[in-house]
């Protein structure tokens, strides 16, 4: 439900941007340390965020659903091994429910701007309903919980705006188009496309593949998980935390291979190349299928279905480069025009021109995107130089060779720590010092100059322009735990709230009750 004006005063002490694994997740860990100071604004109007999203046919979780939930609320209900989109969904809700974030939360809200105003240290912010009202908000905290795919990308084509067919994003899918006997483009190849293609193939009348780079594909290990199992989780719940165990274990032994020595993942790679030899016979169609860069350096991904799907009588693997959109279908650079009846993007996430990120302006008036300018740098991938009382969950650096929710709970054991230390101390803002910084992106940087993303032959999502890694952490998960359990005020420029008096409302540091 959304809370109404009546029940919601104008400062709040966290202000929380997003309503997926992130906000939810910040709203829950405040919620246990004693602090019902918060609210969540979440332009959509529903919780969930990248998995209330994406609903495109197949979406599926490529992290096993042991791992791919909170470490204090496991699910004894998953019904498979890797879940699925509804069933996260259904998990996030279930929780906020559990710890009654809906009463802090504003569903169908989005924040507009969000301004550090130094004198007051407090930021100051704007909010849009579904209506169109503009809201006024100050707020001792932000916490950032957007979310790295929350801003589908669509790439800047010639002639897109003229196609008279239906176009999409992954991430936007239009159930209310019937694609059954159409032809259809997919552009793009990523973990999306390798889940949907499959799903669609049968329907359409034709499926047109245009690929510029191909994945590494493993076999797909999911399998449903059987009522008894389930029952013996809900009966015995140190063993569905042991299956947790496990899967992390196995996750934190690709470390070595992806941060430090990328030749011990080629066993990974001849098992792609195997599952690709096993299931496409076609030499042609493999020759276009086999990725020519280092396992690991883009991301990888399951599948059982995709590549039969490519094989199929009413599929093709279009490799030529798109030249321009007509009216009527795509002219790709050998000439060849392609008609289609509706055009698919499944071509990923704005990760460094998040428009969000020209919303949040710091000390100095400039904003996020300003201050990175296409270079995401960060305090333990957490907080920004010159955004005081500011945390972001899944920041640059901050990802780790795991489910990202062990990241973002690692985060929160980070901000609840600051936010007490604040309040014991009397401290009004912190904002990280550029040193600080500094020598975390030196560090990160010097971490991973042998990885597989920097001498793996390939560009991708993980790196900036200027082909700096702003994605992984690197090292290990436990040395990022570690790392984050203790905030250290010598990183901080540090500013103290009066003491022998009451603090105002505009003052006010959460002290965990």
Avoid at 14 to 37: H, K, P, S, W
Avoid at 287 to 302: D, H, I, N, S, V
Avoid at 493 to 502: F, N
Wanted: glycine share 8%; proline share 6%; charged share 20%.
């Amino acid at each position: 439900m959304n809370t109404t004006d009546s029940d919601v005063p104008t400062h709040v002490g966290v202000a929380i941007a997003g309503g997926g694994f992130g906000g939810v997740g910040a709203a829950i860990q405040l919620t246990r340390n004693g602090i019902d100071d918060y609210l969540l604004f979440e332009r959509a109007t529903e919780l969930g965020g990248t998995w209330q999203a994406n609903t495109y046919p197949g979406a599926q979780c490529d992290i096993p659903s042991a791992l791919y939930s909170f470490s204090f609320a496991p699910n004894p209900e998953w019904t498979r091994l890797y879940p699925l989109q509804e069933e996260i969904k259904s998990y996030i809700e279930r929780c906020a429910d559990d710890y009654d974030v809906p009463a802090h939360t504003r569903l169908g809200t989005d924040v507009r701007s969000a301004d550090w105003d130094e004198l007051a240290q407090v930021w100051r912010i704007v909010t849009v309903d579904r209506t169109g009202t503009e809201r006024s908000w100050t707020a001792t905290f932000l916490l950032l919980a957007t979310g790295p795919f929350s801003e589908p990308s669509v790439p800047d084509l010639p002639g897109l705006s003229e196609f008279g067919g239906r176009i999409f994003h992954s991430a936007e899918w239009d159930h209310d188009y019937d694609l059954a006997g159409k032809s259809v483009a997919v552009i793009g190849t990523g973990a999306s496309a390798v889940q949907f293609v499959p799903q669609i193939q049968p329907k359409v009348q034709a499926l047109r593949l245009f690929q510029r780079t191909p994945t590494w594909i493993l076999p797909h290990p999911d399998q449903p998980i059987a009522p008894a199992l389930q029952d013996a989780f809900r009966r015995i719940p140190w063993a569905q935390r042991a299956m947790r165990g496990s899967f992390a274990l196995v996750q934190e032994m690709m470390v070595p291979g992806l941060v430090r020595e990328p030749a011990l993942l080629k066993p990974m790679a001849a098992a792609g190349r195997h599952h690709l030899r096993r299931q496409v016979t076609d030499p042609e169609l493999r020759a276009k299928l086999t990725p020519t860069y280092e396992f690991g350096c883009k991301r990888p991904t399951f599948s059982n279905t995709y590549y039969p799907a490519l094989t199929a009588s009413n599929a093709e693997v279009i490799t030529d480069s798109i030249e321009r959109v007509t009216a009527t279908g795509i002219v790709t650079a050998d000439g060849a025009e392609h008609a289609v009846d509706a055009i698919i993007f499944g071509t990923g996430f704005k990760l460094t021109a998040n428009e969000g990120f020209g919303r949040i302006r710091g000390t100095d008036g400039r904003s996020l995107a300003e201050v990175w300018a296409g270079e995401m740098r960060a305090y333990l991938g957490t907080m920004v130089t010159g955004f005081p009382n500011m945390f972001m969950m899944l920041g640059p650096n901050s990802v780790v060779y795991t489910s990202q929710v062990v990241t973002i709970e690692a985060q929160l054991d980070f901000v609840i720590d600051a936010l007490k230390t604040m309040g014991r101390r009397w401290i009004r803002s912190i904002d990280v010092t550029p040193t600080a910084q500094q020598a975390f992106v030196d560090e990160v940087d010097k971490g991973l100059t042998s990885s597989v993303w920097n001498t793996g032959g390939c560009s991708s999502y993980y790196l900036s322009g200027s082909g700096r890694n702003f994605t992984f952490w690197p090292g290990f998960v436990f040395t990022m735990r570690h790392r984050m359990r203790r905030i250290r005020l010598s990183d901080f420029s540090i500013r103290m709230a009066g003491r022998g008096r009451t603090a105002t409302s505009s003052e006010k540091v959460l002290v965990a009750r």
